[in-house]
């Protein structure tokens, strides 16, 4: 393959990720601009300036136009999101080389404004689910100047190499104008709160690019940076790629190279209107940590090489999984793997099957900024088997009502989520109970398929069998401590039963007041009845309507 001076290798290291550091910027707007927090291994969005919890509908693939945004806003209206989720394609703008089109960037924006929602803008350039099919013809048709990888065994792999300037160039200089046109059109209403920098980048079918340039850089010694960043898992201090990381040195020289790229793109983005960056992923079996590099997305932000990630891309705030697996064992495992102290939980993809609902419960009560289920709109399309087979409002029917119960204390859910603690779980698919640990002086067990009223032993036998609908799995509760003695407990298709923990476990424990409630625009408790007896003798059991209640335990002597 030949290379011209258009198409310049680049050589990514410590050098080139310093180079990339970036000023933060402040505008002068009426709003504060969005911003990624971490501190003290917590993480929120802020978005005018308070924590913000992303309740996200994507938009299918093919629905970024203005005249399909008509089948866009009912379905986000109906699901109760607070933001939009959608792609501009990089051969959207930039059909021409150097002559860009916003027209559909203007449109979204100012709907987005007139249904009141924010937006997360997926920025499909060189790389969407790891092909160039979002790139202008003049890029994906160019492979002398914007070349593949190669194969292994010599072949040409499908997929844009990252290791020449050309392409990087090409795809920074598209998203700076993105970045400048929505600056220009957004300082003041900050509608756009998040960008997704490419999308599922990495490459199947080989575990990195094996042409004579990226076997030159392969060559090349490991950035110090990163072998101490991967401690144990760096076979020696010092050396090229095999030497250092043995039998995982492919996939992490690709990792670096991609994470690289990616970061470039993310800070120069930033230079122009700094608006928070993440990257999604296309996963790595959570359940096979040997599954082999290539049958997966190598070289993507998988979670065997986040770490790598962290290194070469710093300007990527964080990064997210694609879920489409609807096991609750995989699932989970997943949320585990990207749940970091120096890593956001968020559900970048996820599917819309009605069993994927109740995931939200885990995500938002293990710290998540956001959920972001895939194939929200009602254009006609469904990409069953990962979502439903549903086109219509029967879409959003699983999701709409725990939007809106998250959505009506979003702004108390994200402080509480952010400057205290919070719990969730989301129901197995074996319905087996789940314990909740509050510390020494609180825990709680949720379970499942229970009738409103009395204990499962009273029915030894089960003749009377499960709530009907019960069979599938649907439920989840979420806990938020408001003091040492109160919490606010979020449930649907569940039981929540409170114990005493070891601080307490001489004490007699109670329900000291339940209360059923939401809270207002302004973020104040408005209480709208108490539970008692009945509602609370054996437990606080939440069915098919979502409701949110003020639990206050108490204790007494013995």
Not at 39 to 52: E, R
Not at 77 to 98: C, F, M, R, S, Y
Not at 143 to 163: C, E, I, Q, V
């Amino acid at each position: 393959m030949g290379i011209g001076k258009a198409c310049r290798v680049i050589t990514f290291g410590l050098a080139a990720t310093a180079l990339s550091m970036i000023p933060a910027y402040v505008w002068a707007a009426d709003k504060p601009i969005p911003q990624f927090v971490q501190k003290n291994g917590k993480h929120t969005l802020m978005v005018d300036g308070a924590p913000f919890v992303i309740l996200g509908g994507q938009a299918n693939n093919s629905s970024n136009y203005p005249d399909t945004l008509a089948k866009v806003w009912p379905a986000i209206k109906d699901v109760n999101a607070n933001t939009l989720v959608i792609p501009v394609a990089w051969e959207q703008i930039e059909p021409t080389e150097g002559k860009f089109d916003f027209s559909f960037v203007d449109t979204l924006v100012k709907e987005a404004r007139a249904n009141n929602v924010r937006l997360s803008i997926l920025w499909f350039g060189t790389w969407k689910n790891t092909g160039p099919s979002y790139t202008p013809s003049w890029v994906k048709l160019d492979n002398k100047r914007f070349p593949r990888l190669t194969n292994k065994d010599g072949s040409l792999s499908y997929a844009l190499s990252p290791h020449y300037k050309a392409t990087l160039d090409a795809d920074k200089k598209a998203y700076v104008a993105l970045m400048n046109h929505i600056k220009a059109i957004d300082t003041a209403e900050r509608t756009v709160v998040l960008m997704q920098v490419e999308n599922e980048v990495g490459v199947y079918g080989t575990e990195r690019d094996y042409s004579a340039v990226a076997n030159k850089l392969f060559a090349q010694p490991v950035p110090p940076a990163l072998i101490k960043q991967m401690g144990d898992r760096a076979l020696k201090k010092s050396g090229t790629w095999s030497e250092v990381f043995g039998k995982h040195a492919d996939e992490y020289f690709h990792a670096w190279h991609m994470a690289a790229f990616c970061n470039e793109v993310a800070a120069a983005g930033k230079s122009a209107y700094p608006l928070p960056a993440y990257m999604n992923a296309a996963l790595k079996d959570p359940l096979n940590p040997e599954q082999p590099a290539g049958s997966y997305a190598s070289g993507g932000p998988t979670y065997n090489v986040i770490d790598v990630y962290k290194v070469a891309a710093p300007q990527i705030d964080f990064l997210a999984p694609d879920l489409y697996s609807p096991g609750s064992q995989s699932y989970e495992a997943t949320l585990k793997w990207y749940k970091r102290p120096d890593n956001a939980l968020y559900v970048a993809e996820s599917g819309n099957k009605p069993t994927y609902a109740r995931f939200i419960f885990s995500v938002l009560g293990q710290q998540g900024i956001g959920f972001d289920p895939f194939g929200f709109d009602y254009t006609g399309y469904s990409n069953y088997p990962l979502g439903t087979t549903e086109t219509d409002r029967k879409i959003v029917e699983p999701f709409a009502p725990l939007y809106k119960l998250f959505g009506d204390m979003n702004r108390v859910w994200a402080k509480l989520s952010f400057e205290g603690q919070v719990w969730g779980v989301s129901e197995p698919d074996d319905h087996s109970a789940q314990t909740l640990d509050f510390g020494s002086k609180w825990n709680a067990k949720v379970t499942y398929r229970q009738w409103q009223f009395g204990l499962p032993e009273w029915d030894k036998d089960n003749k009377n069998g499960f709530p009907e609908g019960s069979d599938v799995p649907s439920g989840g509760i979420a806990v938020a401590k408001l003091s040492d003695n109160e919490f606010l407990v979020a449930g649907h298709n569940a039981r929540i039963s409170f114990g005493a923990g070891p601080a307490n476990k001489d004490k007699g424990m109670l329900l000291d007041r339940v209360e059923e409630g939401h809270y207002d625009a302004d973020g104040k408790w408005v209480m709208q009845r108490v539970w008692n007896g009945d509602q609370t003798d054996y437990g606080l059991n939440f069915k098919d309507q979502p409701r949110l209640l003020k639990v206050r335990l108490g204790t007494y002597e013995k």
